[in-house]
């Protein structure tokens, strides 16, 4: 199994242009998440989903668009870049349920807006 | 109050020391409880689950504080290996929620 894999690794942007963060897993978890990173800081929660067709709002929604057409993709769209974007992008997965909650992140993308 | 804190350290200990640190949450439906280690901003992985009072494994002993709402993380004999970032997380509460909010982190430093 891959497990859960992320494109592209690193990513420029100037500010204004839109674009989109690939999320896949191999696990066929249901559960799939969106975290962004800034330095010094810890993980925050911006969308995620619970199943396919199922997303949600996390701590910090504004500014990205997600959706959620298969188990095993969930892409992150950033709609119109700002510098405030500039961040670590982490996907991150698991299956609901008590002893199923380990979450296994992707290897994360480094992006940064000008 | 924060759904999750934990206190940004950084914590500074000799090898072989012991060294613990506390995540407290809001949240009194969480069930489970998980920390994960973080080396330099690469990818969080799980370090331990804590479904009941607590959970040892080697060096690492987690214990749960259900009436003061914190759960806890002890490391013996520390190597310089440990040094890294540690992260707290509840896991999904029973109620409608399914939002997994991390604490933002204790950095640990192991020195020789």
């Known amino acids: 199994n891959a497990g859960v894999t992320q494109t592209p690794k690193f990513q420029v942007l100037k500010t204004g242009q839109s674009m989109t963060l690939q999320c896949a897993q191999d696990?066929?978890?249901?559960?799939m998440s969106w975290y962004r990173q800034d330095p010094g800081m810890g993980l925050r929660l911006i969308h995620y989903?619970?199943?396919?067709?199922?997303?949600d709002q996390g701590e910090v929604p504004n500014g990205y668009n997600v959706s959620r057409s298969t188990t095993e993709d969930f892409p992150l769209r950033l709609l119109s870049a700002a510098p405030s974007q500039t961040s670590v992008y982490f996907c991150?997965?698991?299956?609901?349920?008590?002893?199923?909650?380990?979450?296994?992140f992707g290897p994360g993308t480094r992006l940064t807006v000008t | 109050r924060k759904e999750v804190e934990q206190d940004p350290g950084p914590f500074n200990v000799p090898e072989g020391a012991t060294v613990a640190f506390n995540c407290t949450y809001s949240?009194?439906?969480?069930?489970?409880f998980f920390w994960y280690r973080q080396d330099c901003r690469k990818e969080p992985k799980l370090l331990m689950s804590?479904?009941?009072s607590g959970n040892e494994d080697g060096r690492f002993t987690a214990q749960l504080n259900r009436a003061s709402q914190y759960i806890s993380l002890l490391i013996r004999d520390s190597k310089l290996s440990d040094s890294a970032t540690y992260l707290c997380v509840p896991g999904a509460q029973m109620d409608s929620s399914y939002k997994l909010i991390f604490g933002s982190g204790t950095r640990l430093l192991v020195r020789p």
């Open positions: 949240n009194s439906a969480s069930q489970s």
């Open positions: 991150a997965s698991s299956n609901p349920g008590l002893a199923g909650d380990e979450q296994y």
């Open positions: 696990m066929n978890h249901e559960y």
């Open positions: 804590v479904y009941s």
């Open positions: 989903s619970v199943g396919a067709g199922i997303t």
